[in-house]
C-alpha cells in the first residue's frame, strides 16, 4: 500500500473526526485504564482482519490480554523485564521479520515504566520503535496510562507520533480529544467529540457550551495534574521510599535494590543482606539520571558496607567516600538522542558485531548531552570544585560474579584545573570516552567468548574524587632552580584505560618544569587469595598486594620497564626478585600523577619529582642505588639513582594486617575470593587511611592443588620450573607448541615485530574450536605494547592458547615480568590460560631451548606467506609424543616433558 493511505478502523465515526487513520501512522491512546484502550482496540483488530491484513499483537504486560487468539491474527509475546535493549531489539526483530504494510496492536506501553523502573526508558523505547514503524509503511496502536508518566516523557511521545488521542469516559459518555493529527486538519477536529450510543459509530464534535461544559469538567476530575507529574516515575518513587523511610518493609529494600544494583542475583543478595533503606536513598541523591549504578559502582559500595558492618574498628580507617553515579538509562537515552540507535542494531547483529561497532565507536564520541543532563553534570562538577575526578566505567555485567572486564572499559581522569566550563567539556568528554569503549575490540572480543554479545550491556558511570595529596614545589627550591621534569606523555589509569599516548618517559618529546602535582601517597590491588607461589613460604590464603607509589595506574597493567611491588601478606617482606641489583632493576621508576600545570596525567620519573617530597615520605617510599651512583660521581657525573619497592609500607605491619582483615571479611561474605583496588595516604608519625576504591570476585583457575610429578629422564625434560607459574593445579596433554626464538625475535627488523604477533593471532584463530591444547613460548612479556621487551599480542591473538610462557633472555634483555594481578593476568585467568615463567636461574633448573629442533615446523602450512618469519616462530604438532606438562602446588614444582605412552594419565 502505499504511504497515507486511508484505512478502517473499526468505527466509522473516528474515521471521519480524524479524517481516517493512515498508512505510516503510529496511534497512542491516553487512557484511564485498559478498558478504555480495548474499546479502540478491538473494532481495530476485527476490521484488519476482515481486510486481510498482516495482524500483529505485541504481547508484553501483565493487564489481561487485548485480543485472544484467532485466525488472522498473529502473537508475539516478549519479556520486558529482560532489559531495555534485550525488548527493544526483539520487538524491532518482529518488526523487520514483518516486513511493511503490517498492522499492530502493542500492550499498554506503561507496563514497560514498571519493567524497566522509569518514564525515561519507556520513552526512549517508543522513539526508537515509531519511526521504524513508520518507515515501513505500517498502522500502530499503543496504549499509555494518564497521569502514570512524567509531563517530558509525554512530550517526547507527543513529538514523536502521528496521532496523540486523550480518552475519557463517564457512565454511557465517551469522548476522544486529539492533541495531535500530523498533516490533517477540519474545522473541528481538535474539539472534543464525544461516541454516539444510539449508532455506535458516531463520534460528534461538541461546539455547544453546555457540552463542552461538561466536558472540562470531567476532563478536571479524571487528569487533575499531580504535584510529581514533573518527576520521572523514578524519582517519585525514590521520593516516596525518602519521606516513608521509617517505616519502610523488606519489599521497599527488594525493590530499591532491583532498581539500583540489578538483578545479579549473588551480588543483589549481598546487597539486600548488607544496606538498608537509607544507603539506597544516599545512592540516589548522587545519583544522574536513573537506572542501574553497574557493577563497579555496587563492588566499591558493597565492599564499604562489608567493613563498616563486620569491622567497625577497622572502618575507621577507611576514607569516606563521595562517589557520584551516572545511571545506565543515562547511555541508552544518549544512544537514542544521538540517532545512534540504527547502528546499534546493526552491531548486535553476527555480521556486523566488529564492523558496525567502529561508525558507533565514532558517533558515541562526538554525541551531545541533553540540557538536562549537561546541568546536571555542572552541579556535579560544583559539588567537587578543582578537586581531580575520575570518570569510570560500570557496566550492568562489569566486576560480577564470573566475568570481571577487568581492563575493558575505559577511565578517565579530569584533573579539573579550569574554569567551570573547561571543566565540563573535559567531563563530558570523559563520559563519551567511556561509553564509546563499550565498542573497544577488546571488550567486543570479551563479551563474544563468553556469550554475553547478545545481553544488556548498559554502561553506568560512577564518579569518584582521587584520593590524595598535592605536593607543591617550595619558594627555596623554586629560587635554587631544583626544578625536576616531566614527559609530556601518557598514562594509563586506574582501571586500565589508555590516554593519548603510551606510558613511559624516553619518548622524544618536550619536557615541562614540573612545580605541582596531586597523586596519593600509595595505591595497588590487592587479592585475598594469592595464585602465585613464588617461595615455598607463601600461604595463598593469606592474599597478596601489588603495591605503587602515586597513583594506581601502574598497579594494574604491565608497565614498560617497571615493576610494582608484590607483597604477600604473610611474608611481607619477601620479594620474588631479592639481590640488591635485581631489586633494583626489577622495582618502580616512574610515578603517574596528575599534573596542574598540564592540567593532564603525566608519567614522570621518581628522581624528577624527588624535590617534591618532604623527607618522611621519602623515607617510606623512595630507595637509593647507591652503587649506581658512586659509579656517576666517580665519573663527574652526579645524580640520584632513586626507584620504589614500596618498603616502607610493607614494614608497617598494621597497614599488611589491616589489608588482610579487609579481604578477608569480604570474602568470607562473598563466600568466594575477591579483588579489590585501593589508595593509602599516610602522615609522618605513621597513621593512615585506606580509601576502598572497588571490589569484584576473583577468578583463580584451577581448585586442585597437589599433582603427582612423574620422573622423567632428563634427556626427554623441556623445561622443569621451581615456582613461577599461575593458574591451579596442572596435568594436560599438548598438542601444539608454538615457539619464538629470542634470539632470532631481537634481530628481527623493529618494524617486522608486531607481524610476529599476527602470526601467533592467525594460528589461535587456525586452531579455534578444534579441541587442540596449545602451548606458546616467547621471550620477555606476552602482550606488551613495546616490542623491545617481549611480543605485542593482544588477548584476542592467544584467546584459544592453553599455556602461555614467559621466556628469559639475559643478552637481548627480555624478562618476564612476574605481573600476577594484572588486568592481562586477570584475562589468563578468566580463559583457563596457565601461565609459566622460565628464567635463566636457579627457578629453572632445566630449559632445552632446542627440544623440537629435529621436527619440522608446519607454519608454512597454516601460515603461508610468512616466510622471512620462519627463523623467528616455529609451529609444531607434537600431538603423537605424549608431550605433557605437569604442575604441583604443593612441592611448587612443574615439569614439561615426554612420557612413556604407558605411564600416560
Known amino acids: 500500500m502505499a504511504a497515507f493511505d486511508r484505512i478502517e478502523t473499526g468505527i466509522k465515526g473516528l474515521d471521519n473526526a480524524l479524517d481516517s487513520v493512515r498508512i505510516g501512522d503510529n496511534v497512542v491512546w491516553q487512557v484511564s485504564d485498559i478498558e478504555e484502550y480495548l474499546f479502540f482496540v478491538k473494532p481495530m483488530a476485527e476490521q484488519a482482519i476482515k481486510d486481510q491484513r498482516n495482524l500483529v499483537y505485541m504481547r508484553f504486560a501483565h493487564h489481561k490480554p487485548l485480543l485472544e487468539p484467532q485466525p488472522g491474527l498473529k502473537i508475539c509475546h516478549f519479556d520486558a523485564k529482560a532489559g531495555f535493549e534485550s525488548f527493544t531489539v526483539a520487538v524491532h526483530e518482529v518488526i523487520e521479520r514483518e516486513g511493511r504494510d503490517a498492522f499492530y496492536i502493542f500492550d499498554s506501553l506503561s507496563e514497560l515504566q514498571a519493567a524497566w523502573s522509569a518514564d525515561l526508558m519507556m520513552g526512549n523505547f517508543f522513539v526508537v520503535t515509531c519511526p521504524y514503524l513508520f518507515e515501513l509503511d505500517t498502522v500502530a496502536y499503543f496504549g499509555i496510562i494518564r497521569g502514570r508518566h512524567s509531563f517530558d516523557t509525554i512530550a517526547r511521545i507527543r513529538e514523536t507520533t502521528q496521532l496523540l488521542l486523550d480518552v475519557f469516559t463517564e457512565k454511557s459518555n465517551r469522548y476522544i480529544h486529539p492533541i495531535k493529527v500530523w498533516k490533517r486538519y477540519s474545522n473541528t477536529m481538535f474539539l472534543p467529540h464525544r461516541f454516539d450510543q444510539k449508532t455506535l459509530h458516531s463520534f460528534t464534535a461538541l461546539t455547544d457550551g453546555l457540552s463542552v461544559s461538561k466536558f472540562y469538567a470531567l476532563v478536571d476530575k479524571k487528569s487533575s495534574i499531580r504535584n510529581d507529574q514533573n518527576l520521572d516515575s523514578w524519582d517519585r518513587f525514590f521520593l516516596l521510599a525518602k519521606l516513608n523511610a521509617a517505616t519502610a518493609d523488606q519489599h521497599v529494600i527488594l525493590d530499591m535494590a532491583e532498581r539500583l544494583v540489578g538483578r545479579e542475583v549473588k551480588l543483589s543478595n549481598l546487597v539486600k543482606k548488607h544496606f538498608d533503606v537509607n544507603d539506597f ?15 563497579k559502582a555496587t563492588g566499591m559500595l558493597l565492599s564499604r558496607k562489608i567493613v563498616e558492618n563486620k569491622l567497625p574498628a577497622l572502618y575507621a580507617k577507611l ?20 540517532d545512534c540507535w540504527k547502528i546499534r542494531l546493526a552491531q548486535m547483529n553476527e555480521g556486523e558485531y566488529f564492523t558496525a561497532a567502529k561508525e558507533l565507536k565514532q558517533k558515541l564520541l562526538n554525541g551531545k548531552f541533553p540540557d538536562a543532563i549537561r546541568e546536571q553534570f555542572r552541579r556535579l562538577l560544583e559539588y567537587y570544585g578543582q578537586s581531580p575526578i575520575i570518570v569510570r566505567s560500570s557496566s550492568l555485567l562489569e566486576d560480577s560474579f564470573g566475568n570481571a572486564f577487568a581492563g575493558k572499559y575505559e577511565s578517565v581522569f579530569c584533573v579539573n584545573n579550569s574554569s567551570l566550563e573547561e571543566r565540563l ?37 560512577l564518579v569518584q574524587r582521587v584520593s590524595g595529596s598535592v605536593f607543591c614545589e617550595d619558594a627555596e ?44 601517597c600509595a595505591a595497588g590491588v590487592g587479592f585475598s587469595y594469592n595464585s602465585y607461589k613464588w617461595h615455598k613460604d607463601i600461604d595463598p590464603h ?31 617482606q619477601l620479594m620474588p626478585l631479592s ?95 575477591v579483588d579489590i583496588e585501593f589508595t593509602i595516604n599516610f602522615g609522618e608519625t605513621g597513621d593512615f587511611i585506606i580509601n576502598l576504591l572497588q571490589c569484584r570476585p576473583l577468578q583463580i583457575g584451577g581448585n586442585s592443588v597437589s599433582v603427582a610429578l612423574p620422573k622423567i629422564p632428563k634427556a626427554k625434560v623441556f623445561f622443569e620450573l621451581a615456582g613461577g607459574t599461575m593458574g591451579g593445579a596442572m596435568n594436560r596433554a599438548i598438542d601444539v607448541v608454538i615457539q619464538v626464538d629470542p634470539r632470532a625475535y631481537y634481530e628481527y627488523p623493529y618494524k617486522k615485530k608486531h607481524n610476529i604477533a599476527r602470526i601467533i593471532g592467525r594460528i589461535n584463530q587456525f586452531y579455534k574450536g578444534k579441541d587442540a591444547q596449545i602451548m606458546l613460548l616467547a621471550p620477555g612479556r606476552i602482550g606488551t605494547t613495546s616490542p623491545e621487551l617481549g ?16 621466556v628469559a633472555y639475559n643478552d637481548a634483555g627480555y624478562m618476564p615480568e612476574l605481573s600476577y594481578g594484572s588486568h592481562f ?22 630449559y632445552q631451548p632446542d627440544f623440537f629442533a629435529s621436527m619440522e615446523s608446519i607454519l608454512e602450512d597454516i601460515c603461508p606467506g610468512d616466510e622471512d618469519a620462519e627463523t623467528v616462530i616455529k609451529l609444531y604438532d607434537v600431538s603423537n609424543l605424549h608431550l605433557y606438562l605437569f604442575s604441583d602446588l604443593v612441592t611448587n614444582r612443574s615439569i614439561c616433558g615426554i612420557i612413556e605412552k604407558k605411564a600416560k594419565i
Open 579 to 673: 639481590s640488591a641489583k635485581k631489586k633494583n632493576q626489577y622495582s618502580q621508576h616512574n610515578l603517574d600523577v596528575l599534573d596542574f600545570d598540564q592540567n593532564a596525567l603525566v608519567t614522570v620519573e621518581i628522581s624528577a619529582l624527588s624535590h617534591l617530597f618532604p623527607d618522611w615520605y621519602k623515607q617510606t617510599m623512595i630507595e637509593h642505588d647507591f652503587e649506581a651512583e658512586q659509579f656517576l660521581r666517580e665519573r663527574g657525573r652526579p645524580r640520584e639513582v632513586v626507584f620504589s619497592t614500596c618498603e616502607g609500607l610493607t614494614k608497617n605491619d598494621d597497614f599488611t594486617e589491616t589489608m588482610k582483615q579487609i579481604m578477608s571479611a569480604i570474602q568470607t561474605e562473598y563466600d568466594y575470593p
Open 477 to 520: 627550591a623554586a629560587a635554587c632552580g631544583q626544578s625536576g621534569k616531566v614527559s609530556a606523555t601518557g598514562a594509563t589509569d586506574i582501571a586500565g584505560a589508555s590516554s593519548s599516548s603510551s606510558a613511559g618517559t624516553d619518548s622524544g618529546q618536550a619536557t615541562k618544569v614540573v612545580r605541582s602535582i596531586f597523586m596519593p
Open 825 to 846: 593476568f586477570q584475562d589468563l585467568v578468566e580463559a583457563g590460560i596457565f601461565y609459566a615463567s622460565i628464567f635463566e636461574d636457579e627457578n629453572t633448573p632445566q
Open 542 to 572: 593469606a592474599g597478596m598486594l601489588r603495591l605503587v607509589m602515586g597513583l594506581g595506574t601502574r598497579a594494574v597493567e604491565r608497565t614498560d620497564g617497571d615493576y610494582p611491588r608484590i607483597v604477600s601478606l604473610n611474608e611481607p
Open 791 to 806: 611480543v605485542p599480542v593482544v588477548f584476542a591473538e592467544i584467546s584459544n592458547i592453553n599455556i602461555a610462557c614467559e
Open 281 to 295: 536513598i544516599a545512592i540516589k541523591e548522587k545519583m544522574i539520571g536513573s537506572g542501574n549504578i553497574g557493577g
Open 425 to 461: 567539556l573535559a567531563f563530558e568528554n570523559a563520559v563519551k570516552t567511556v561509553y564509546a569503549s563499550t565498542m573497544d575490540e577488546s571488550a567486543l572480543e570479551y563479551r563474544l567468548q563468553r556469550g554475553l554479545n547478545q545481553n544488556d550491556e548498559q554502561m553506568a558511570i
Open 319 to 338: 576514607e569516606p567516600h563521595d562517589s557520584f553515579y551516572i545511571g545506565s538509562d543515562v547511555f541508552y537515552t544518549y544512544i537514542v538522542q544521538n
